[in-house]
């Protein structure tokens, strides 16, 4: 058996970040070398790691142009040999990172996205087990074919399901609907079922960035913040109350969306579906979808805002929307 080669791409956040002298606080500064250099059981195994230090960013300054140069460099450090890559990065943005880099994923090389929820000032700081864990993960055979996954406290989450459940907790990352795919012990990958299938997306990006909103339903709102939003948007998502349901002040505002732009119906809950045809009442799920909104399905809102994202910046039209939604979200 050949020695496996990992690609690590460094992005930034919390896991590479020291304290400022000036300002007294942690920022991005750690070089993806320094991070492996402070992770020395990674000199004990098998793997070639071949490293790239590609940005100095917290999680929430990430944005497309990033995300796509990084998919396109993990991309040729594919083609050029590399069994799985690792992609550190800040927390706060690594559930929609991942499903990202997942959906313009298309071959069987695991991407494994991971970071810290300590920084490396703070007593049990967890960025180096993460990091070995993760290079463990992409460099195991086990995960070829699972596309893109986030690795923390040893357990594995696929892109598509795993959500930042905690602000603070070591254990913040979990798999709400499914559970994770499976963990790992004594310098393995242990599944705990088979993969499942993807469906993915990849090609260039050749439209111009598309303006997707998110728009959140509350209470007692009149849509007027909506309609403005609305107005703004190449793709609008919504994220209803419950199974998909929104104010009936709401539904002449979509009705209109919908007709000129891709609006996808999502829940806020952030875990169960939304429904096709259990409720019929004015801004019930069944009424939306007849007035042409997309289901969203399983995805929650934001992956839901990733795909449509994705779909208008590869420059495919409502019907094509549509279908991507219904194979997706099922």
């Given at each position: 058996m ?13 896991i ?12 991005p ?26 940005r ?14 990084l998919s ?9 040999g590399c ?6 990065q800040g ?7 991942a499903y990202?880099?997942?959906l ?15 920084n ?44 930042k459940?905690?602000?603070?907790s070591?254990?913040?990352?979990t ?18 079922g ?12 050749t ?7 998110l728009?959140?339903?509350t ?16 793709g ?18 979509l ?25 019929s009442?004015?801004g019930?799920e069944?009424?939306?979808l ?7 399905g ?20 409502s ?12």
């Amino acid at each position: 058996m050949h020695t496996r080669t990992v690609a690590i791409f460094s992005l930034g956040g919390t896991i590479a970040m020291t304290t400022d002298p000036v300002t007294g606080g942690v920022v991005p500064a750690l070089s993806a070398q320094e991070l492996l250099d402070a992770v020395p059981a990674l000199q004990s195994l098998d793997i070639d790691l071949q490293v790239h230090d590609f940005r100095r960013l917290p999680g929430a300054s990430l944005g497309f142009d990033d995300l796509t140069a990084l998919s396109e460099a993990i991309a040729d450090a594919f083609e050029a040999g590399c069994d799985g890559a690792v992609v550190t990065q800040g927390t706060d943005t690594i559930e929609e990172t991942a499903y990202l880099l997942d959906l313009l994923h298309a071959g069987d090389q695991p991407i494994v996205v991971t970071g810290a929820m300590r920084n490396p000032t703070q007593p049990g700081a967890d960025g180096p087990a993460n990091i070995h864990a993760a290079v463990i993960a992409a460099a195991d055979p086990a995960l070829n074919g699972a596309g893109t996954v986030v690795v923390l406290g040893d357990e594995i989450h696929a892109a598509r399901t795993v959500r930042k459940s905690h602000s603070t907790s070591p254990a913040a990352f979990t798999s709400p609907a499914t559970g994770p795919l499976g963990c790992l012990y004594e310098g393995r990958v242990h599944l705990h079922g088979p993969l499942a299938t993807r469906t993915t997306f990849p090609g260039p990006l050749t439209e111009p960035t598309p303006r997707v909103g998110l728009y959140t339903a509350t209470l007692g709102d009149d849509g007027t913040l909506l309609a403005a939003m609305s107005e703004a948007c190449d793709g609008l998502v919504v994220a209803a109350f419950g199974v998909g349901h929104v104010p009936q002040n709401f539904v002449a505002i979509l009705e209109a969306t919908a007709s000129r732009i891709p609006l996808v119906l999502t829940t806020r809950i952030g875990n169960g579906p939304v429904l096709e045809a259990t409720y019929s009442f004015p801004g019930s799920e069944k009424d939306l979808l007849g007035r042409g909104l997309i289901r969203g399905g399983h995805l929650d809102a934001y992956k839901a805002r990733l795909l449509l994202h994705v779909l208008l910046a590869q420059g495919r039209k409502s019907d094509e929307i549509a279908a991507a939604f219904k194979t997706v979200a099922r």
